[in-house]
Structures are given as C-alpha cells and as structure tokens.
C-alpha cells in the first residue's frame, strides 16, 4: 500500500512511519520545512511538501495514495476554535480527494475525549465536556466519509504515549521532581490514565490502515488504567526521593505549569477490548512503569528537553 501521512516527523510519527516501512508499505510524508523533509528521508519515506494549510498539497497527497494516516495536529491552545476548523478542513479536503474509493482514512484523537471517572470504550460517545473536546468534531468529521465511500477510522491515543524520546506529560513530571526533591500525585493519587508505547501504537496504526471497518473508533491504550500515584512513586523510586501528596493548586505551582497539574488531576480510564478483538491488536511492548525503569526517561537530555516543552513558554 502506497500511504500518505501528515505529522510522520514529529514524536509518535516516525515510530509509525518507520513501521509501515517495514511492513513493506510506501510512505509519502507531508513535510513543511527542511529538517521535517530530512526526519522522512531518514526513515525511507518521500518528502511531499506542503502543509495541514496547504489544502491542494493535501489533495496532491491523498490522491497519489492508496490510503492516508492524519496525525498532525497543533498550533495555538488558546484558540481552541481555530485548531477545530484548521483540522476538520484538512480533513475535509483529505476527504473530498477519498471520496467514493473505498480507501483507508486514519485520523488520530485522544482517549481524554472519553467521559471521566468510568472505564470508557470505543462504543462509548465522546464528552462534550471532556478536557478534549476540542478533538470531537475532527473525529465526526473523518467518521462521517464512511457515508461517502471512505473507509474512515479514527485512532483515539492514550495520553500517555511513552517510548525513546519522549517530551509528553511524563517527562514533566519526572522534570517536575528532580526540582523539588518531590515526586508528586493529586490527592490520593488515584486516578487512572490509559498508556501505551509507541510501537504498539505504531503497529495499531498500520493495522487500521489494513484492514479497520469504515465508521471504526479504535483505542490505543496498551494499559488501561495505570494510577498516576504509581507513576509518581515509580519516578521516585529512580530518583531516590519521596513522592508525595499535593493539592491541585499546590501541584501546578510543583510543575510551573497548571495546565499540566489540571491533566494529572483527570480519572480517564478506557477499554481497548474491542480494537484489540477487531484487529487482532496485541500490544507486545514495555509497559509504562518498565519503560520508566529501563527507558531513557532519566538522562539529562530528557530532562531538558521536558523543560523546554513544558516551563519556557509559560514563563
């Protein structure tokens, strides 16, 4: 299968790229700068130059492939409305080149759009009022070509997707606790996250591209429910310090972030039995609490890089 994939260069999508590689697919590679260009070159794609703006690249993109893989995303959080129209026109645009082909269409989403405080599943109807919902219409958006002849799915991740090289939430609170001598939780700390590692989520993305239903909504949590406490005593133990109990307040003020502090805070279990029985997903790789022991979560560089991403803007 010849595949075009958007956001292939940035933290989860060379893990993807380079799977689909490996599974003897061709990968075209939206890049919108030079370095982006070289990252696919790297891992055996072809660069296509353009951007999630440039919607004629984007239709270039979907009309030369036998299926496309939607995984970037970003821009301004404060301007949550201008990431939902920027997204959902990309994919229309994606769409509109699909459209009666019968061809594979991955968006990628978030397990955080599911509701709080219960293990959710796939069958389950996002939350409007979930701390993603600003993901929720791009995930409508890509279901409903299934009704236009595309074989659309949509691949919600857990928040937590861990691996080599990692710059998400773990690293913050690693980085988090190497500043105050403290590894902290939220209250008793338990509250669940879905994880799963990057090469699982990698071969999860190949497989819905193969062989996913039109109209599929799949979960990429290679664990389920992993207590941010036990994450929190887990850093400590590596690092030889206590972990510790803090209010939300007192966490975001810990982190020098209260954006990240409110994350912590979220119960947001979720289910992957379905995607595991529809696709014969079996996630293979470390677990989270492994991967912190084994990983390279603990170098100076990840230390670092876990500061640039997560304080300087927000100083």
């Known amino acids: 299968m010849h595949v075009f994939v958007t956001g292939g260069s940035g933290q989860t999508g060379p893990a993807v790229v380079a799977g689909l590689v490996a599974a003897g697919h061709t990968v075209t590679g939206l890049a919108r700068s030079d370095a982006a260009a070289s990252r696919l070159e790297s891992l055996g794609a072809t660069p296509h130059r353009g951007s999630v703006e440039d919607l004629d690249s984007l239709r270039r993109g979907a009309e030369a492939a036998d299926g496309v893989l939607h995984m970037a995303y970003g821009g301004d959080y404060a301007d949550p409305e201008a990431l939902i129209r920027r997204d959902c026109t990309a994919i229309e645009a994606i769409g509109q080149a699909l459209e009666g082909s019968g061809r594979p ?164 279990p979720v289910s992957s039995e379905h995607t595991r029985a529809q696709l014969g997903w079996v996630p293979e790789h470390p677990t989270l609490l492994e991967d912190l022991r084994t990983g390279d979560y603990f170098t100076p560089e990840a230390s670092a890089r876990a500061e640039e991403v997560w304080l300087r803007p927000h100083n």
């Open 105 to 268: 269409f991955v968006v990628t989403s978030g397990t955080l759009v599911a509701r709080a405080g219960r293990v959710s599943t796939e069958l389950d109807a996002p939350d409007p009022d979930s701390v993603a919902a600003f993901r929720i219409r791009s995930e409508q958006t890509c279901l409903d070509l299934a009704g236009r002849g595309v074989r659309a799915s949509v691949v919600r991740l857990a928040p937590t997707v861990h691996g080599p090289g990692d710059y998400g939430f773990i690293p913050a609170l690693i980085a988090g606790a190497r500043r105050a001598g403290v590894s902290a939780y939220i209250g008793d700390g338990a509250n669940r996250w879905p994880a799963v590692h990057r090469f699982d989520a990698a071969a999860l993305f190949r497989l819905a591209l193969e062989k996913a239903p039109a109209g599929s909504v799949l979960h990429g949590a290679g664990e389920s429910a992993v207590t941010i406490k036990s994450v929190a005593e887990q850093i400590g133990r590596i690092l030889d310090i206590p972990a510790v109990s803090l209010t939300l307040e007192e966490a975001g003020e810990h982190l020098g972030n209260p954006f990240l502090a409110k994350f912590f805070s979220l119960d947001v």
